[in-house]
């Protein structure tokens, strides 16, 4: 049987989880690794704070357009399907998995290549800040999404608002509450529905998944 987040009802237990998975893991030391680099670096100024402001207000519609575009792609086989379309479909069909609980460890490895990229291309202390800050988000996305899929019982209204949201896109309609860490992408770009107004969709859990891939194999 896999191992799934049942049981866990404290953050202290979340927590104890969350560390033990190699892509919080990766995360954690490329965030390390990019805060040294620009304590090192120094030469602080207002362009640090713009653009860590212009990142977090983006933070919401980029993970609106990630979870359309990328994450509920279609089951073609293609280089995104491969991936994180597969897995995250898995990740539908029982969201307690911690298989297909995280983002993929290549993906991962992609994103800190990416970041080096970044980083000697434009050779500022500003660019060292965002891709820090970009790893910062990545890993509070991390974090929010396990926890919501643990026993933790929401207490704080914030919290409580996330979780709602996230558990109606798993087992309402896929189709809306694309958010994670935030509800603004939602709201502004109208996937925020009401409950009541929102049907039960088939393909919420397995359906999807299934039929997708049978599609594409029938292609293939």
């Not at 954690?28 to 713009?50: I, M, P, Q």
């Not at 809306?176 to 509800?183: H, I, N, P, Q, S």
Request: glycine share 4%; proline share 5%.
């Amino acid at each position: 049987m896999p191992a799934v987040t049942r049981q866990i009802r404290t953050q202290k237990q979340a927590y104890g989880e969350f560390v033990q998975h190699g892509t919080p893991r990766l995360l954690a030391l490329e965030l390390l690794l990019l805060l040294t680099t620009r304590l090192v670096v120094a030469d602080w100024s207002w362009n640090d704070v713009l653009v860590v402001a212009v990142l977090v207000g983006l933070q919401p519609f980029t993970e609106w357009l990630i979870h359309v575009f990328v994450l509920h792609c279609p089951a073609d086989g293609r280089l995104r399907d491969r991936i994180a379309g597969y897995s995250h479909r898995r990740h539908h069909e029982d969201p307690r998995d911690l298989r297909y609980q995280f983002i993929h460890p290549r993906v991962v490895y992609v994103g800190i290549v990416v970041t080096a990229v970044i980083m000697l291309a434009f050779r500022t202390p500003t660019a060292v800040t965002g891709v820090l800050a970009a790893a910062v988000l990545t890993l509070v996305y991390e974090w929010v999404h396990f926890l919501i899929h643990t026993d933790y019982a929401p207490k704080r209204e914030l919290y409580r608002r996330l979780h709602r949201a996230h558990r109606l896109h798993h087992y309402r309609n896929e189709n809306y509450w694309l958010g994670v860490t935030a509800r603004t992408g939602d709201r502004v770009l109208r996937t925020n529905p009401r409950k009541e107004d929102v049907e039960i969709s088939p393909t919420a859990r397995t359906a999807l998944a299934r039929r997708g891939e049978a599609s594409a194999r029938q292609r293939a």
